[in-house]
């Protein structure tokens, strides 16, 4: 029987496919859209045009729903102090792969959601648009609402989602710990704040009207349905998506998925300047995970990019963000289409 | 249908109420024993004399099985250096408090399992033991094994599952992070291998081939059920009966799991020296949660038990570890019989 939430997103199946910024883009979306759950495309790494080409693509190639995510965080001020900070904290590294420091005027590699993006979308009118860490300014969640969209936004606490639903989203995404990429919270950044998937879901469940999307560990059909006994109206499902072949996971990103080391996660900031969960590796071990010296989100993520691209050359993922949740297990190289009809095989 | 494992363990209900060391008794024991599921003596904290007399109480009140709990952590050695350090960050506190500072000399508050707890259960056989932070030696094992009992331990990670399952247990405790008081880890030190139920009790329940019992915010018939729909053959609920008449929680444990403070847990190891998840308080948010000054378990007690007693005869939890997991919503005043039934309204 089709939840409240299927109805109001018009969706065969409760599944909503995580959007991952880095990894994946409108193929991925698609795969999922023609499987009958959500697909997602996510713009906070992405250009006005290339949004504009990704929802052209996936305009073109399914008539069904999909979401387009993006982050809704306040563009901290040029630190240059702390950037220089970073910097030297990352000048061994740079000396060891014999690469120069990274210029210091080099931005940020994500933009809030602003007018220009919403101006971007109205020519497409998707019809759900997700935010991660809050909700942008009202004038511009009004616009947002013109065209008719639906809003999805995550809690990582009982607080944050009781704030959502008083600005009017239509479904919260509860995010519990064991998610893997940014956190979404934005209430708080006390990181003991944050609850697993089992202790939160029920509880932002009981203290909220709108439906709840489980996200954080979700990986596989039994673990579906347990997220919907707990009263979820859906669920959001990265990590496992990382393995199909419409993603665009890194080749580094993918051997790390499916190496022991992806038993063990951790929240770091190192690679934007807010914590995020992914596969442990050097940085997050030699500086971190969390460093008080890793310059605000998204800062931090400048200075380490020379690095990656160096690394990753020499098929080394060292230096990149491994992003991935607590359960990798249902990772599969299949198409994203098969996949989710796998995960919804418990839904009837 | 009852699992296999309550058959192995005779029990009506798949539930196991969780040994609480320091808040409870055979009272509630015995109480959730009457309601067919399995109660629970923490012995951790308790002499020989008083097991014996909490042993003699529990046979007297039920024919029921019921389980003893022991730790089996290695006894550290005296570290004065250490000590010293401690009751030196804990100097100010005494000061703000108007008492002398603790006895050098104090004693730890938690012993092993040893040879002499061995001998006093072997009086009373009791039909299930089990363990926290891994397992006693082998020859104390065995003796465990001799009279009959059937002997559990708590895993954090899917390797101590798989540890504990070549060494013999018939059952293993998937502890997710959600869950309050000390986490049994025992094959690592490092928080980030911790994982919430929804990502640990399936990677568990795949791995071993013994029963799973799920522990970690599970706090209503609800969330029991979605903890056996994820495999589990039983659930471990601990923070839940903690409001029981039945317990022995203290007034200013009582009142704090009844307070907003509840909401925000943290793992911390200054209660004791190990890492273990409790309502956070002052010496949580200003020495840690986690602090490097706290001597290795369990004697980072001694030097703070004078500022809980007199902090407590003041009426406040100050300084008192205040454990709860991550979900106190289920915690009723209400006797711990009646809220096992409730528990167990959607097992059948």
Same mark, same amino acid.
């Given at each position: 029987m089709? *939840?409240?939430?299927?109805?109001?997103?018009?969706?065969?199946? $409760?599944?909503?496919?995580a959007?991952?910024?880095?990894?994946?883009?409108s193929?991925?979306?698609?795969?999922?859209?023609?499987?009958?759950a959500?697909?997602?495309?996510?713009?906070a790494?992405l250009?006005?045009?290339?949004?504009r080409?990704?929802?052209? #693509?996936?305009?073109?190639?399914?008539?069904?729903?999909?979401? &387009?995510?993006?982050?809704?965080? *306040?563009?901290?001020?040029?630190?240059?102090?702390?950037?220089?900070?970073?910097?030297?904290?990352?000048?061994?590294?740079?000396?060891?792969?014999?690469?120069?420091?990274?210029?210091?005027g080099?931005?940020?590699?994500?933009?809030?959601f602003?007018?220009e #993006?919403?101006?971007?979308?109205?020519? =497409?009118?998707? $019809? &759900?648009?997700?935010?991660? =860490?809050?909700?942008?300014?009202?004038?511009?969640?009004?616009?947002?609402?013109?065209w008719?969209?639906?809003?999805?936004?995550?809690?990582?606490?009982?607080?944050?989602?009781?704030?959502?639903?008083?600005?009017?989203?239509?479904?919260?995404?509860?995010?519990?710990?064991?998610?893997?990429?940014?956190?979404?919270? =934005?209430? *708080?950044?006390?990181?003991?704040?944050?609850?697993?998937?089992?202790?939160?879901?029920?509880?932002? &469940?009981? #203290? &909220?009207k709108? $439906?709840?999307?489980?996200?954080?560990?979700?990986?596989?059909?039994?673990?579906?349905? #347990?997220?919907?006994?707990?009263?979820a109206?859906?669920?959001?499902?990265?990590?496992?998506?990382?393995?199909? $072949?419409e993603?665009?996971?890194?080749?580094?990103?993918?051997?790390?998925?499916?190496s022991?080391?992806?038993?063990?996660?951790?929240?770091?900031?190192?690679y934007?300047?807010?914590?995020?969960?992914?596969?442990?590796?050097?940085?997050?071990?030699?500086?971190?995970p969390?460093?008080?010296?890793?310059?605000? =989100?998204?800062?931090?993520?400048?200075a380490?990019?020379?690095?990656?691209?160096?690394?990753?050359?020499?098929?080394?993922?060292?230096?990149?963000?491994?992003?991935?949740?607590?359960?990798?297990?249902?990772?599969?190289e299949?198409?994203?289409?098969?996949?989710?009809?796998?995960?919804?095989a418990?839904?009837?």
């Amino acid at each position: 029987m089709p *939840t409240a939430l299927q109805d109001m997103l018009g969706l065969e199946l $409760p599944i909503i496919q995580a959007p991952m910024a880095g990894a994946q883009g409108s193929a991925l979306a698609i795969a999922v859209c023609r499987a009958g759950a959500l697909g997602s495309l996510p713009c906070a790494m992405l250009g006005l045009d290339a949004i504009r080409q990704e929802l052209k #693509a996936i305009q073109a190639a399914t008539d069904r729903p999909y979401n &387009v995510n993006f982050f809704c965080h *306040t563009q901290p001020p040029p630190c240059d102090d702390a950037q220089a900070l970073w910097r030297q904290a990352l000048a061994p590294y740079h000396a060891e792969l014999g690469i120069d420091p990274p210029n210091p005027g080099a931005g940020p590699s994500r933009k809030p959601f602003d007018a220009e #993006a919403a101006s971007a979308l109205e020519a =497409f009118k998707p $019809p &759900v648009v997700s935010f991660h =860490f809050g909700l942008p300014a009202p004038e511009l969640l009004e616009r947002v609402r013109r065209w008719g969209a639906r809003v999805l936004s995550s809690a990582t606490t009982v607080e944050e989602a009781q704030w959502l639903q008083e600005r009017g989203v239509d479904a919260i995404i509860a995010q519990g710990l064991e998610a893997g990429g940014h956190r979404g919270m =934005f209430l *708080t950044d006390n990181l003991h704040s944050q609850m697993g998937t089992f202790a939160l879901l029920p509880q932002i &469940v009981k #203290a &909220v009207k709108v $439906p709840v999307i489980a996200a954080g560990g979700i990986a596989d059909a039994q673990t579906v349905a #347990a997220a919907l006994s707990l009263g979820a109206a859906a669920v959001q499902i990265g990590t496992t998506y990382l393995l199909c $072949p419409e993603a665009g996971t890194s080749a580094v990103h993918r051997q790390a998925l499916q190496s022991p080391a992806a038993r063990l996660s951790a929240l770091t900031n190192v690679y934007s300047g807010r914590p995020a969960r992914g596969i442990v590796n050097r940085p997050m071990r030699e500086l971190g995970p969390m460093s008080p010296l890793a310059p605000p =989100f998204p800062l931090a993520t400048a200075a380490l990019s020379a690095l990656r691209s160096k690394a990753e050359s020499q098929g080394s993922g060292d230096f990149s963000p491994l992003w991935a949740g607590q359960n990798v297990s249902g990772c599969r190289e299949i198409s994203a289409t098969l996949l989710t009809r796998q995960l919804a095989a418990n839904c009837t």
